[in-house]
């Protein structure tokens, strides 16, 4: 076996970012940012994607891209979710003030679907803020509906709560536009 110098960069740079990881989650360094969901008939406001942004203390303003899959590997995911589930229902909550109709979506990692702290952190961030299941949608990438029938199942009890289950980046996986009537979806959303 040879050193590889680059190779030890590299994975001294993964155990960095993951200790950073770690501290961010402690320190409160997450925040969320907010899209609009505009109905272009109407040209109004329907509901708010949450997107979770990480304000780096040396690097700055984080892209999910940088630090979400090493979440998901680590497991970090998991808390992470639960905080932008209760943040962007606290949001919501206030917005509602505004217009009561509007929702909330939410994305979802394949590793907190998996687990059985999913279904304790929506209900947990539902009964904090006050919000109704119905104003909150749930978004799943299309290659998670083939990880079994533990995880339709965590999708049909949220459906059943009254949430929206939305597919995300419908498309780049090999599901068909035959198959989703069969899962407990209601909005796909087609990838570009």
Same mark, same amino acid.
């Given at each position: 076996?040879?050193?590889?110098? *680059?190779?030890?960069?590299?994975?001294?740079?993964? =155990?960095?970012?993951?200790?950073?990881?770690?501290?961010?989650?402690? $320190?409160? #360094?997450?925040?969320?940012?907010?899209?609009?969901?505009?109905?272009? +008939?109407?040209?109004?406001? *329907?509901?708010?994607?949450?997107?979770?942004? $990480? #304000?780096? +203390?040396?690097?700055?303003?984080?892209?999910?891209?940088?630090?979400? +899959?090493?979440?998901?590997?680590?497991?970090?995911?998991?808390?992470?979710?639960? =905080?932008?589930? /209760?943040?962007?229902? *606290?949001?919501?909550?206030? $917005?509602?003030?505004?217009?009561?109709?509007?929702?909330?979506?939410?994305?979802?990692?394949?590793?907190?679907?998996?687990?059985?702290?999913?279904?304790?952190?929506?209900?947990?961030?539902?009964?904090?803020?006050?919000?109704?299941?119905?104003?909150?949608?749930?978004?799943?990438?299309?290659?998670?509906?083939?990880?079994?029938?533990?995880?339709? /199942?965590?999708?049909?009890?949220?459906?059943? $709560?009254?949430? *929206?289950?939305?597919?995300?980046?419908?498309?780049?996986?090999?599901?068909?536009?035959?198959?989703?009537?069969?899962?407990?979806?209601?909005?796909?959303?087609?990838?570009?």
């Amino acid at each position: 076996a040879l050193f590889d110098s *680059k190779m030890h960069a590299q994975v001294k740079a993964r =155990f960095s970012l993951e200790s950073e990881l770690r501290s961010a989650l402690e $320190w409160g #360094q997450f925040s969320v940012y907010y899209q609009p969901i505009v109905s272009l +008939p109407t040209a109004t406001i *329907k509901g708010f994607e949450a997107l979770v942004r $990480w #304000q780096h +203390p040396e690097r700055g303003m984080m892209s999910p891209a940088e630090f979400i +899959p090493l979440a998901e590997e680590t497991g970090l995911i998991i808390p992470l979710e639960a =905080f932008v589930l /209760k943040e962007s229902l *606290k949001q919501l909550r206030q $917005w509602h003030a505004l217009d009561p109709e509007l929702t909330m979506s939410v994305n979802l990692s394949g590793r907190h679907l998996e687990g059985h702290a999913l279904l304790h952190n929506v209900r947990d961030a539902l009964q904090e803020s006050g919000i109704d299941a119905k104003y909150l949608a749930l978004e799943v990438t299309e290659g998670m509906l083939g990880r079994g029938e533990r995880v339709q /199942k965590i999708l049909s009890t949220l459906r059943g $709560w009254g949430s *929206k289950i939305y597919i995300d980046d419908f498309g780049t996986g090999y599901s068909s536009l035959s198959r989703p009537h069969e899962l407990p979806i209601d909005t796909l959303k087609i990838d570009k």
